[in-house]
């Protein structure tokens, strides 16, 4: 008797491959290839595929896995991916479960800082139009760096041997490791809502000197922005001379290491009292030399003749204000006999012309034209009463309702309104409007024709 055949689901197909995938290939692969289909879906998991000239690998990668990247994967940039291949069960497929994802040929954090700074360039956060100008003589300095590293004490000490006056708060916090940036933004943040009560003129943020790794925290995005939107100056002291952060490139000025901070952020006390002692020199030769240029201007007006005899200024003026008022009775005297040969050569002139002859005339004339007014106006309106009867005759000649005075009458049918002039204009039973004179009507009805 023949064995019955094994018949497989599909599922057990499927689970059949992922564990011969196990069993046979090494637990952890690294794969290099190039990235394609690169998709980040809301849940955080992470979708794409490795390609090379002839093949593709499904990829995939967990939240929690792509969360410790620091770069942003980009179709087609080449990579390495580390991780096991795995088998999609309902999908039928295998995959590699991806759980570390490093750029290939160029270090993993280089690239993303490479990245971060292209993104914030084309933001205009490195713009030198954005960035503030540091106070010349800062009363209060704010320094947010490591209570224990060694960075803390360069910068005070650098800026106590330069300025001394200036007043110093400290504000610890994390300048490594994980989260560290977030809490530098925080602190730098909240600095800035404090700083009315504060009243701080320059911050300043650094650390010492380290790895790329070590100085990753000034390079994340969340302190640039931090960086960038306060509204206190920053001067950014990260690192040893070759290192470059984004922090300094996003503050309004670079130390290029904590103990040149105090060199970029205050002035040198000594400098300061040279250039005021140099000040102080200026200002007394030029008080000493006004009042020399005053002291002569005094010495010649003493020596001036108003001085000398004061009375002069007044004896002078008496003597100007007699001619002024000599010249001026003069010329009222010529302008009054002026003005009286004027009157005189007018009233000659009216006696002349016999004003009262030339009145009387003039009225005659006046009354004339009055008089021949008068009788045109009354011929005139004579004349429009007599053709204005004339028309009103015509008019009442031509009125149809006229001959009602005489005894007839006008009558309409009252359907129609037309004139009744014979018996065929009318029907039986149609009703009939008669006018008489004196605005009397009557109504009637034909029984007959």
């Known amino acids: 008797m023949p064995t019955p055949k094994k018949i497989y689901t599909v599922s057990q197909i499927n689970s059949l491959v992922k564990v011969a995938l196990e069993e046979n290939l090494p637990p952890r692969l690294i794969v290099r290839g190039q990235i394609g289909d690169w998709k980040r879906h809301t849940s955080g998991h992470c979708y794409f595929s490795l390609k090379d000239e002839a093949a593709v ?14 770069f942003t994967p980009e179709d087609g940039m080449a990579a390495l991916a580390t991780g096991h ?28 800082f490479e990245q971060m700074v292209r993104k ?3 933001e205009g956060l490195f713009d030198e139009a954005h960035k503030r100008t540091l106070p010349p003589y800062p009363a209060r300095i704010g320094i947010l760096t490591s209570e ?54 320059v911050l300043i943020i650094g650390r010492g000197g380290g790895s790329l790794e ?15 939107d306060s509204q206190i100056p920053v001067i950014s002291a990260v690192g040893h001379e070759v290192d470059t952060t984004i922090a300094d490139l996003v503050a309004d000025a670079r130390a290029s290491t904590p103990t040149k901070a105090g060199v970029v952020a205050v002035p040198d006390v000594r400098d300061v009292w040279r250039h005021l002692s140099a000040l102080e020199r200026t200002l ?44 001026l009775t003069e010329q009222m005297r010529q302008s009054l006999v002026e003005a009286q040969r004027k009157v005189t050569a007018g009233y000659e002139q009216i006696v002349r012309i016999e004003p009262h002859r030339l009145l009387g005339r003039k009225t005659v004339e006046l009354s004339d034209w009055q008089n021949r007014a008068k009788a045109g106006v009354n011929r005139i309106t004579n004349d429009c009463r007599i053709r204005l009867t004339a028309q009103e005759n015509r008019l009442t000649a031509l009125n149809p309702k006229s001959v009602l005075q005489r005894g007839y009458s006008i009558t309409t049918s009252k359907k129609t309104g037309s004139l009744v002039r014979a018996s065929d204009d009318v029907h039986i039973g ?4 008669t006018e008489l004179a004196g605005e009397n009507f009557i109504e009637s009805k034909v029984t007959k024709k």
């Open 120 to 122: 914030l360039q084309s």
């Open 430 to 433: 149609e009703e009939l409007f």
């Open 214 to 228: 070590d100085l990753w925290a000034f390079n994340e995005e969340i302190l640039a922005r931090a960086v960038f």
């Open 57 to 70: 690998l499904p990829c995939i990668m967990w939240a929690s896995k792509f969360r410790a990247v620091k």
């Open 284 to 327: 007394t030769n030029h008080a000493k030399a006004t009042a020399q240029l005053a002291r002569q201007n005094l010495l010649v007006v003493l020596a001036s003749a108003v001085f000398r005899d004061p009375l002069v200024l007044v004896q002078n003026a008496g003597q100007r204000l007699d001619e002024l008022t000599a010249d």
């Open 148 to 201: 224990s590293g060694a960075a803390v004490h360069d910068i005070i000490d650098s800026i106590r041997s330069r300025w001394p006056c200036g007043r110093l708060s400290f504000y610890p916090v994390p300048v490594q490791g994980e989260g560290a940036a977030a809490k530098i933004a925080a602190a730098l943040r909240d600095i800035n809502r404090r700083n009315r009560t504060l009243r701080l003129d």
């Open 85 to 112: 291949v795995d088998v999609y069960t309902p999908g039928g497929r295998y995959q590699l479960n991806v759980d570390k994802l490093e750029p290939a040929g160029v270090g993993t954090l280089q690239l993303a």
